[in-house]
């Protein structure tokens, strides 16, 4: 089969990162390409494409109306002439909208995205069953469900759940109002001042709109020598490093998927997410992972003192072999990349 993947831009994200495993995982058995429309591009992400895998970057600035560029795509969707067309961002159809010799598909990633240009598609997939609840709902269309997927092999895993300092990691790109990381420092706040906790440290891997206000939200809550912005990490850096962690907090207000909780999962963290659908079908209401009620700073706290107990006593370190093997099961790229191809024209 011949698969023509199509993305903006490749920057640093959760939806980036799992197209090139999965272009990286198709091309073993396919001709797969990847059109890159903007110049827009991550070198740290681009050197993970596997060189089997033709890549196409148009060149394209980012909100430039030049035709000549959107020309450039249509003719090399022409001379690729591939069976699939598999767009990732809604709006990508439009600078296709004549082109009709292929499939055209569209992976829909996250919930409360636009969705007036899904019906212009052959195919819709979507990564949890939250998010194709949402297009259902919203839109009256049937989505088929496929579970984006890591290659999970790659991330280092935790043998050692002895510390002396415990160390918190939050993943995401750092915007508030989505991500809730003024949830999280306020919780760590509360576990500072309110239980005396003085070995524990917060990092924050990511970058993005909501840095210089949660730098000073960190300052006024006084917690600032505790809390480090690590700004944006290669995925080889945060797959080495998770391990180093004991815990992995997800504290997003809405999310359609989290696959930074899978990847804390398989690093053998305990991972802790907000009570919302996407994290919450992650870990299976509870059954590979804690959950605390969104937007909710002093539950939040009150189970990371819970789990830091948890610990402490060995209970979590029973848990952490069968939630391995459930991510390994139900995350996999390989599981994604043949559910695509099977599904593609089904």
């Not at 269309?141 to 002396?164: F, M, P, Q, S, V």
Request: hydrophobic share 40%; with cysteine; glycine share 6%.
């Amino acid at each position: 089969m011949k698969i023509a993947h199509m993305i903006w831009s490749l920057g640093f994200g959760g939806i980036e990162a799992m197209i090139i495993d999965l272009v990286n995982e198709q091309v073993k058995e396919h001709e797969v390409h990847l059109i890159i429309i903007n110049k827009k591009i991550n070198p740290n992400e681009f050197k993970r494409i596997n060189n089997k895998v033709n890549t196409h970057m148009v060149g394209r600035k980012v909100g430039s109306p030049n035709p000549l560029k959107l020309i450039k795509v249509n003719s090399l969707l022409y001379k690729i002439n591939a069976d699939v067309v598999h767009c990732h961002i809604e709006n990508l159809i439009n600078i296709i909208p004549f082109y009709k010799k292929s499939l055209i598909c569209l992976t829909v990633h996250d919930v409360r995205k636009q969705r007036k240009h899904l019906r212009k598609y052959d195919k819709l997939f979507a990564i949890s069953q939250t998010v194709k609840n949402d297009i259902s709902e919203r839109t009256g269309l049937t989505a088929t469900l496929i579970y984006n997927g890591i290659n999970l092999r790659l991330i280092k895993r935790k043998n050692d759940y002895c510390y002396t300092k415990y160390k918190i990691l939050q993943i995401s790109r750092l915007d508030h109002e989505k991500k809730g990381q003024d949830v999280l420092l306020r919780a760590f706040s509360y576990l500072i001042h309110d239980k005396h906790l003085s070995d524990i440290l917060l990092d924050f891997i990511g970058g993005g709109k909501s840095l210089p206000y949660l730098i000073n939200l960190a300052s006024e809550l006084k917690i600032e020598e505790h809390v480090r912005f690590l700004g944006f990490k290669s995925r080889d850096y945060i797959f080495n490093h998770l391990k180093d962690y004991n815990l992995l907090v997800q504290p997003s207000n809405y999310e359609g998927f989290g696959i930074t909780v899978i990847e804390g999962i398989a690093a053998g963290l305990p991972v802790l997410v907000s009570d919302i659908e996407g994290p919450m079908e992650i870990i299976q209401k509870g059954t590979y992972g804690y959950h605390f009620m969104v937007n909710d700073a002093s539950n939040c706290a009150d189970m990371i003192y819970q789990i830091m107990k948890n610990t402490k006593s060995g209970k979590f370190k029973r848990d952490e072999k069968q939630n391995y093997h459930y991510v390994i099961k139900t995350f996999d790229i390989k599981n994604t990349a043949k559910s695509y191809i099977e599904k593609y024209f089904k």
